[in-house]
Structures are given as structure tokens and as C-alpha cells.
């Protein structure tokens, strides 16, 4: 493997060749290096079988999740990253070529939890990625409303995180006491449940169980099942990962006397912790995982591994990773994502949402306004009734909520965020509302 050309190198060479991106008409791969350069990526040359190779473009992405910041290393060959078709590369490993993933219509809570997710998504006008800090969530229409009247068409204007979504608007909606206890109970926030609480309550719960009904909510028959396998698991289901390294010795004391741990602080202002490291994700299972051909569940050369189905057969040890088709709020999208960048340019089904941006064209201002839309300036729209704010540092994804696909290894134990990313370690569970007293309870 050939580690790297810099900026300052690969301009020399391009001199001393004749040529510049500014007079000689480059090729298309010297214009695709040079992109790759201006992304503050670096440039890498892997080898394949038959003494072939390809040149990547290997990047990083920050996300920012409820409660820290994880960075995630992405690999695409580097014409398709300078065409911005990185994540379709992905198509390959649809089964059927579906981004879509219809309503259920068997009865069980799970279903419900899955109809509730397709409903948002076809009928999402505007999201964005927010923390619940100083009440900075922005919800219309608020969870109390559900369900809606008869004849009453939904639409979406959520500004929240991804437990926000997953468990204050979605779950909550749906099944309040499941919810209640993990907010009652939370063991890494003093508000509401982050993404190391579902985790936690997965963990301990059985698999040995029969799935909970509507009817189950006025019996008080509802309790989490843990699904441990990815071939088990069907959209509805919850998923969630989590960092335990990334925990600190750090806690708090919350006003009703609980004392929370808290994550790592990677960087200090004053006495005060400004930034934590990440310990989790949640999300919810949108469409039945399936193995994929191309992403196997080992690091070694782990870009390979996601390239090139030969060489991964033959090559790389592991098993073939699960492809996920995913929903959640994140600031940095997926595969075959639905969020995009710009004005009604993300798209689920025929429903066209914007995910907004941290900024746009260097204007960091967003708000609700008075005429009931969502601008960046709203003089010419009644003035602002609410300002809303992205929390992430990167200040050009499409952030809030989108579905699209990961990667996740057969034993539970790591991910790819996206196709062709690098391997994240982390503890991986499944969740579902089943009767509690399936489970002997």
C-alpha cells in the first residue's frame, strides 16, 4: 500500500509535469486528487488481486450524537468521491433495488413503532439535528398529539436528536410507559433517556418472548425483548450502539438524587467541560437486514472489504457484515441516504424535506417564522416566531432525521457507518416491545 501524497507534494509534482488545475487542462484524475486535497482528505493507493490497484480518497466525517462527538473514517475511490457518488456504490447491495420499505399491517407495537417512522417520513416538510439543551428541541406537531383525528393529514417540522427522535417523539408516541421507565431510570442523563440507557435496558432483557399488542399498553403487559441476532431482527425494532470506553470517571448528581456517568471530556473551558467524547447511537430497523456480499466484519484492510466482492472471498477473514436499512437524526447521513444538502433536495419515497444545514453560504441563522415556514432570514415571512439552532461542527451536512443503510458485524460487536468507512468497535443490541409476561415477569 502507498501512503499518501500531500497537498504540498502533489502540487510540485503537478508543476514540475507542466501542469496546474488552473492552465493546462488537467485530467480528471489530477482533478479529482486536487478535490480530494481541498476536502482535507489524503490520498491513497490500494492493491488488488492480478496486480491491479485503485486510488482512494480517505476522509473523515464528524458526527455529533446526543450526549459526544465521534469521528468516522470514510474510504471512495477517488473519481467517485470527486462526482459526490461515494454512497452509491451501496446500490449493490440492495436486495431489490428498494429504498422503500412499505406499512406493516400486522398488529403488534413493533409495527406500530415502524408505521409511526413511514408516516414521518413521507409527510416530513423540515429537520434538522438539535440537543434538548435549553429546551433547543423544535416539534410541530408536538408528541401530545397523537394520534391524529380522522381525516387529518400529518405533516413534520422536527428540529432533535437521534434518542429525541427515537425515544421522546417516536417511541413515547407510541408506548409512554416504556418510555417513562427508561427516563425514570436513565443512568447518563438527568432529563430524558440517551442512547447508553436503551442499551442498558436491552442488554439485561430476554429473548425468549411472545411480541406485545396495543392491547398489551392497558394491560401494562409491556417490556423490552432483546433480539439477538440481525437475522432476527424486522423494522420497528430498535437498534443502538455504544462506546463503554469512551466513559469517563466524571458524574453527576441530578435533582432528584440519581448520579449519572458522563463521557470522557476531550476539551475544557475554564473548570467547565466544553466537549465529550461519544458512547452511543440510537436508531430504528426500517427494512429486514440482510448479509451483504461486499462488507465483511473485519478490519484488516477494511476498505477491500467493502470493494471488491472477489478479493473479499478470497482475502479477508470474517464473516459478511448485516446491511442495515436505517432510520434515525444524525448530522453525518449513510449510505444511500435520504438526507441531502439544500433546499427540498432530500427525498424519501415521493416525499421531497429539507434537512437542514448548520449553514448556507456562511449564513448560520435558521428559524421558524411567523408565516409557519422555516428560512434562514424571515423578513419577508411575518418575522421570527422561534429560532432553532443546528448543533454540529460540521457546518454543511444535511442533518435531523433521514433513513438510509449501515453496516453492522454478524457478532454485534462493530459497524460501518456508511459503505466503504472504516470499522467502528462498539457493543450493539436490539430491542423490542414484547408482553412481560412472556418473559415469566
Same mark, same amino acid.
Given at each position: 500500500?502507498?501512503?499518501?501524497?500531500?497537498?504540498?507534494?502533489?502540487?510540485?509534482?503537478? =508543476? =514540475?509535469?507542466?501542469?496546474?488545475?488552473?492552465?493546462?487542462?488537467?485530467?480528471?484524475?489530477?482533478?479529482?486528487?486536487?478535490?480530494?486535497?481541498?476536502?482535507?482528505?489524503?490520498?491513497?493507493?490500494?492493491?488488488?488481486?492480478?496486480?491491479?490497484?485503485?486510488?482512494?480518497?480517505?476522509?473523515?466525517?464528524?458526527?455529533?450524537?446526543?450526549?459526544?462527538?465521534?469521528?468516522?473514517?470514510?474510504?471512495?475511490?477517488?473519481?467517485?468521491?470527486?462526482?459526490?457518488?461515494?454512497?452509491?456504490?451501496?446500490?449493490?447491495?440492495?436486495?431489490?433495488?428498494?429504498?422503500?420499505?412499505?406499512?406493516?399491517?400486522?398488529?403488534?407495537?413493533?409495527?406500530?413503532? #415502524?408505521?409511526?417512522?413511514?408516516?414521518?417520513?413521507?409527510? /416530513?416538510?423540515?429537520?434538522?439535528?438539535? #440537543?434538548?439543551?435549553?429546551?433547543?428541541?423544535?416539534?410541530?406537531?408536538?408528541?401530545?398529539?397523537?394520534?391524529?383525528?380522522?381525516?387529518?393529514?400529518?405533516?413534520?417540522?422536527?428540529? =432533535?436528536?437521534?434518542?429525541?427522535?427515537?425515544?421522546?417523539?417516536?417511541?413515547?408516541?407510541?408506548?409512554?410507559?416504556?418510555?417513562?421507565?427508561?427516563?425514570?431510570?436513565?443512568?447518563?442523563?438527568?432529563?430524558?433517556?440517551?442512547?447508553?440507557?436503551?442499551?442498558?435496558?436491552?442488554?439485561?432483557?430476554?429473548?425468549?418472548?411472545?411480541?406485545?399488542?396495543?392491547?398489551?399498553?392497558?394491560?401494562?403487559?409491556?417490556?423490552?425483548?432483546?433480539?439477538?441476532?440481525?437475522?432476527?431482527?424486522?423494522?420497528?425494532?430498535?437498534?443502538?450502539?455504544?462506546?463503554?470506553?469512551?466513559?469517563?470517571?466524571?458524574?453527576?448528581?441530578?435533582?432528584?438524587?440519581?448520579?449519572?456517568? /458522563?463521557?470522557?471530556?476531550?476539551?475544557?473551558?475554564?473548570?467547565?467541560?466544553?466537549?465529550?467524547?461519544?458512547?452511543?447511537?440510537?436508531?430504528?430497523?426500517?427494512?429486514?437486514?440482510?448479509?451483504?456480499?461486499?462488507?465483511?466484519?473485519?478490519?484488516? /484492510?477494511?476498505?477491500?472489504?467493502?470493494?471488491?466482492?472477489?478479493?473479499?472471498?478470497?482475502?479477508?477473514?470474517?464473516?459478511?457484515?448485516?446491511?442495515?436499512?436505517?432510520?434515525?437524526?444524525?448530522?453525518?447521513? #449513510?449510505?444511500?441516504?435520504?438526507?441531502?444538502?439544500?433546499?427540498?433536495?432530500?427525498?424519501?419515497?415521493?416525499?421531497?424535506? #429539507?434537512?437542514?444545514?448548520?449553514?448556507?453560504?456562511?449564513?448560520?441563522?435558521?428559524?421558524?417564522?411567523?408565516?409557519?415556514?422555516?428560512?434562514?432570514?424571515?423578513?419577508?415571512?411575518?418575522?421570527?416566531?422561534?429560532?432553532?439552532?443546528?448543533?454540529?461542527?460540521?457546518?454543511?451536512?444535511?442533518?435531523?432525521?433521514?433513513?438510509?443503510?449501515?453496516?453492522?458485524?454478524?457478532?454485534?460487536?462493530?459497524?460501518?457507518?456508511?459503505?466503504?468507512?472504516?470499522?467502528?468497535?462498539?457493543?450493539?443490541?436490539?430491542?423490542?416491545?414484547?408482553?412481560?409476561?412472556?418473559?415469566?415477569?
Amino acid at each position: 500500500m502507498r501512503n499518501i501524497f500531500n497537498g504540498l507534494v502533489l502540487t510540485v509534482l503537478f =508543476l =514540475l509535469a507542466g501542469c496546474s488545475p488552473d492552465t493546462d487542462n488537467p485530467s480528471t484524475l489530477q482533478q479529482a486528487e486536487y478535490y480530494c486535497l481541498e476536502q482535507n482528505g489524503t490520498i491513497i493507493e490500494i492493491d488488488l488481486d492480478d496486480n491491479e490497484s485503485t486510488t482512494v480518497c480517505r476522509y473523515e466525517e464528524e458526527s455529533q450524537f446526543d450526549d459526544g462527538t465521534s469521528t468516522f473514517t470514510h474510504n471512495c475511490e477517488i473519481i467517485a468521491f470527486y462526482e459526490g457518488r461515494c454512497d452509491e456504490l451501496a446500490v449493490n447491495d440492495f436486495e431489490n433495488g428498494e429504498l422503500v420499505q412499505s406499512t406493516l399491517e400486522d398488529e403488534t407495537l413493533g409495527t406500530s413503532l #415502524h408505521n409511526r417512522v413511514v408516516d414521518i417520513m413521507n409527510n /416530513l416538510d423540515n429537520t434538522g439535528y438539535a #440537543h434538548n439543551r435549553n429546551d433547543n428541541f423544535s416539534l410541530d406537531p408536538d408528541v401530545d398529539t397523537f394520534p391524529f383525528p380522522d381525516g387529518v393529514t400529518s405533516h413534520y417540522n422536527l428540529f =432533535l436528536d437521534c434518542s429525541g427522535f427515537v425515544g421522546y417523539y417516536v417511541l413515547q408516541g407510541i408506548v409512554k410507559a416504556l418510555y417513562d421507565d427508561l427516563e425514570s431510570n436513565s443512568a447518563y442523563s438527568c432529563s430524558r433517556p440517551l442512547a447508553a440507557d436503551f442499551a442498558d435496558a436491552f442488554m439485561d432483557a430476554d429473548n425468549s418472548f411472545e411480541e406485545a399488542t396495543e392491547e398489551d399498553i392497558d394491560n401494562g403487559n409491556v417490556c423490552w425483548g432483546q433480539v439477538k441476532s440481525l437475522e432476527n431482527a424486522k423494522p420497528g425494532d430498535i437498534i443502538v450502539y455504544t462506546h463503554p470506553d469512551n466513559f469517563g470517571s466524571d458524574t453527576e448528581t441530578c435533582s432528584d438524587g440519581r448520579t449519572i456517568q /458522563l463521557a470522557e471530556c476531550t476539551k475544557y473551558d475554564g473548570d467547565s467541560c466544553a466537549s465529550r467524547k461519544n458512547t452511543g447511537h440510537v436508531l430504528i430497523v426500517h427494512k429486514t437486514p440482510y448479509k451483504s456480499q461486499h462488507c465483511k466484519d473485519d478490519t484488516f /484492510l477494511s476498505f477491500k472489504g467493502c470493494y471488491d466482492n472477489e478479493t473479499v472471498a478470497d482475502i479477508m477473514p470474517g464473516d459478511f457484515q448485516w446491511v442495515v436499512h436505517v432510520a434515525d437524526s444524525t448530522t453525518s447521513a #449513510h449510505s444511500s441516504d435520504s438526507r441531502n444538502l439544500g433546499e427540498d433536495k432530500s427525498v424519501y419515497n415521493n416525499n421531497y424535506y #429539507h434537512a437542514w444545514s448548520k449553514t448556507y453560504n456562511g449564513v448560520s441563522d435558521l428559524a421558524r417564522c411567523n408565516d409557519g415556514s422555516y428560512h434562514r432570514d424571515c423578513t419577508n415571512h411575518g418575522g421570527i416566531a422561534e429560532s432553532i439552532v443546528i448543533n454540529t461542527t460540521h457546518e454543511t451536512n444535511p442533518t435531523g432525521i433521514g433513513v438510509g443503510y449501515i453496516y453492522v458485524n454478524d457478532a454485534r460487536d462493530g459497524f460501518r457507518s456508511k459503505y466503504g468507512s472504516d470499522i467502528e468497535s462498539a457493543d450493539i443490541y436490539i430491542g423490542r416491545p414484547v408482553k412481560c409476561d412472556s418473559l415469566g415477569l
